[in-house]
């Protein structure tokens, strides 16, 4: 997978851990980087593909990220039975 987008990322400005906060203040502080971030959608994109279960990805917390892989799984369920 192309990770050529990971040298336009936002976070090379941050401390890592500021990707992988211990409570929701730092989820929002987190989201709201992800937020001005050109290559958001390839960030969520290799976390999703990647199945990567920690941190902030794409402006996505892993329960977000466990909700929008389900939501996905349950459009292909969808497409197939039609
Ligand atoms: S979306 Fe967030 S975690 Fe992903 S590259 Fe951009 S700043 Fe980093």
New binding site residues.
């Given amino acids: 997978m192309n990770t050529e987008?990971?040298v336009?990322?936002?976070?090379?400005e941050y401390p890592a851990g500021t990707?992988f906060p211990q409570d929701g203040t730092g989820v929002i502080k987190?989201q709201k980087?992800?937020a001005t971030?050109p290559?958001?959608q390839e960030?969520?994109e290799y976390a999703l593909a990647n199945h990567i279960e920690h941190?902030?990805?794409?402006?996505a917390s892993e329960r977000e990220r466990r909700r929008l892989q389900r939501a996905r799984r349950r459009g292909l369920l969808d497409l197939r039975a039609s």
Avoid: N, Q, S
């Fill in positions: 987008w990971m336009e990322g936002k976070c090379r990707f987190a980087i992800c971030c290559v958001a960030c969520l941190g902030i990805w794409g402006g």
